[in-house]
């Protein structure tokens, strides 16, 4: 969702070069299982959630309507495939390259996922249960937005500091690059990396500032409540 200070490559080439092992060490590193907080806990996926709710499509679609902006989720067998800022046939075009070309809209789907954002905005719930589904994004993509996990409800980090806490303290622009990419807004919650001149400088956010600022205010007053 990071907008500013693109960098070419989100899997960190022209400039941030890893090795195969390095990536897969990274996965590793914050896999489930791995011992190293919440940033490999992802929520486990359920019993192929889209075939439970009796809809036969590799991939549903719809919209949820928050406070700050329309949201189009994208829900497959896995879980969480996309919750995102962009424009629906952008993240149709990625899910039908990086999943399945059936994407079908089907809006009673995607009921769950509506119920945890309503909550999140109504401050009732400070982290999500939904599974996610992490193939719009790379190995290292997948290190990074993990990593958001161990970002605390109410608190901000910036890129550079997130670049440290995965072990590539150099990689600071590749980490907003792929910030730039995040499918699942507020599920993988990339409001919370804030420039480095917070509180007065936020920076850039795919909903706009003053839609990462309502998130930022709607954390900070429910925090520690």
Not at 48 to 74: H, K, Q, S, Y
Not at 134 to 155: A, E, H, M, Q
Not at 184 to 192: G, K, M, N, T, V
Not at 195 to 217: C, F, I, M, Q
Request: proline fraction near 8%.
């Amino acid at each position: 969702m990071w907008h500013g200070d693109r960098y070419p490559g989100s899997d960190g080439t022209d400039g941030f070069r890893a090795g195969a092992d390095d990536i897969d060490a990274l996965v590793r590193a914050t896999s489930p299982g791995s011992g190293q907080g919440r940033g490999g806990a992802l929520p486990e996926p359920a019993a192929t959630p889209v075939e439970a709710r009796g809809v036969p499509f590799d991939v549903v679609t719809g919209v949820a309507e928050t406070p700050v902006g329309f949201l189009f989720c994208a829900l497959t067998d896995a879980g969480l495939a996309a919750c995102s800022f962009a424009p629906e046939e952008t993240v149709i075009d990625r899910l039908e390259r990086a999943v399945s070309p059936d994407v079908v809209p089907h809006d009673a789907g995607l009921e769950p996922v509506r119920r945890e954002i309503n909550a999140y905005f109504a401050g009732r719930r400070s982290a999500f249960d939904v599974p996610l589904d992490l193939r719009l994004t790379g190995d290292f993509g997948r290190v990074v937005l993990r990593s958001l996990l161990d970002v605390p409800y109410g608190s901000t980090i910036t890129p550079g500091e997130l670049a440290a806490r995965i072990g590539r303290p150099n990689a600071r622009r590749a980490v907003a690059s792929t910030l730039a990419e995040n499918p699942l807004c507020l599920f993988l919650p990339c409001h919370r990396v804030v420039a480095d001149g917070y509180p007065d400088a936020l920076g850039p956010y795919s909903g706009g500032v003053e839609a990462k600022r309502a998130l930022l205010a709607l954390e900070a007053g429910h925090a520690g409540a």
